[in-house]
């Protein structure tokens, strides 16, 4: 685990010892010094490598500052300071708009597809019935299907009801549950003991009750994990802003970047100081999204191995 | 009791049973329907039997769209899988400055596909981008990534590595669970750095890796936000480049700018039909491959 820290730790120490081991052996560096060595390279790989990772976003955030004509000088620290982007970008693209209807998507689309995949997921996980192994695999096989398509029938749908340019197709599928946080939060709830539940039913609890205030409480760590996982994705979404969103006024923030590249991009004006300053304004909430929720991202990602 | 139990198994599974029947199964039947029809939303769909697939067949749109996106699959998932072992490696050999390395290879991931998008052309921009500035330090006159159709695809697949995050963290728990033990009696057998490596490590993490290659070649083929973002879309159409025309970029415009609602659902069963085709062949040869804890390898 602490290779680094450990071979720091033992290294003043081992300065003696490792002086004898080479003079008792004379042909070549002795193994402990040379794991040093292996152990310095991977941290100063380490550091090459985050900083290809970070760069992009400090050169986004620097050319944030910059006027329009040094945005691309590549510098670091801007030449000329300057915050007229901040101002401009509000008042070239109905940005705050486009964060408000954002936010609220997301709340729905998050707050509706944890509630039902936890019911559908304590469905499949308490109760015996028949029929159950076959259709969980109905579950586990529908994440397979490529959203290619579904997503035409599903157009028509919103088209029929009416519901195209609205917000409602951006989220109101999430009510159903979705099958990937079915899987997780099942996982979860078959770890739960089942003593506990058995024990409030022979108490006279019903079986919501017992969903309500005994499983949902106890999967806290999952919820947040769902939680984390579908604000990520929906604050992200390009494509269902682009099949059902015509007016900007209605744009989320995703589509109305795209737009903004439309308009003040290669094919359009050459703003580039708005669109970099616009980027910086949509990525942030999920920078701080990450850190608040740092936690439950890792070991979201890491244990289910998924969000690829 | 039982049929009590049951009544509220129903009620519990009820979202996902009206879910699955509305958006997934009807979709798949009426796709499968519409894909035999013209049908553009506005007048009835005529039936016209198997002429979107033959059309499909003979569109030279079709092919070049596939041909890229096998072509961007193809490099980019080994690409994709070697840089995430290598920084899961460095990671998990790191120690404490693992959590601070960790949180800086995944933050990319959080970023939206069209701020990437966006970033590479200003990253990748042949004359004034970091990219080529940083290759002309080092004296190499860079190509000009965002228009010659050559580098579109290779620039893609180099900007899309920035996103590797969530594989490196799959990959280190993986190598988590590697046992010490099994290291322990391999160096005793007189085993070194990289036949540990190539005789532990990779059987015990081939699973993780497995995974990855999966997951990741599913999304390859549906790639879609940033390069549709770069290269697509309303103000674009002098700057499109049919380089960067990938697969579902090709159907979303055949559905959703010229409404061939037929046509794209063609489209898309054939392209159900090839990631089924390839992820069953991977299946195939993951049961050689891939080393699966208890089970006879």
Redesign the interface.
Known sequence: MSAVTERLGVAAASDATAARAVAAAPHGPSRRRRSRIAAAISLALLVATGIVFVYPFVWLVSASFKPRGEVFDNRLIPETFTLDNYVAVWQEAPLALWLLNTVIVTVLAATSVTLTSAMVAWGFAHFRFRGRGPLFALVLGSMMLPGAVTMIPTFLIWNALGQVGTLTPMWAHNLFGSAFYIFLMRQFMLSLPRELFDAARVDGAGHWQVFWRIVLPLSRPIIAVTLVFEVQAVWTDLMRGLIYLRDSATFTVPRGLKSLVDAFGFGGEWHWEILVTASVVTTLPMIVLFFVAQRHIIQGVATTGLKG | MKRR??I??????S??L???A???A???V??AY?SLTDYD?INDATFVGWSNYQELFADPKVSLALANTLFFTVVQVPLYVIVSLA?AL??N?????SGF????????K??????V???F???F?GQ???IN?GLAAVGIDGPSWTTDPAWVKPGLVIMSL?TVG??V??L??AL?GVPEELYESATLDGAGAWRRFASVTLPMISP?VF??VV??T??G??T??EA???FF???????SNDAALFY?IY??QQ??EFLH?GY??A???V??IV?MAI?AVQMILSKRLVHYEGAAS
């Open positions: 139990e049951w509220a198994a129903l009620g519990f599974l979202p996902w009206i879910g699955f509305v958006f997934t009807w979709p798949i009426y796709s519409l939303v920084l460095l990671l050999r790191a120690g404490r400055a390395f960790r949180t800086v290879f995944f933050l990319p959080m970023t939206p596909p069209v701020a998008g966006f970033l052309l200003l990253l921009n004034n981008g970091l500035g920035w969530s594989s963290l799959i280190l728990a988590r993780a995974f990855i997951v990741n599913i999304a083929l549906q879609f936000d549709y973002t770069a879309g309303a103000g674009n159409s002098t700057y579902v159907l979303f559905a959703f609602m794209a659902s489209m898309a069963w392209l159900f990631i992820t």
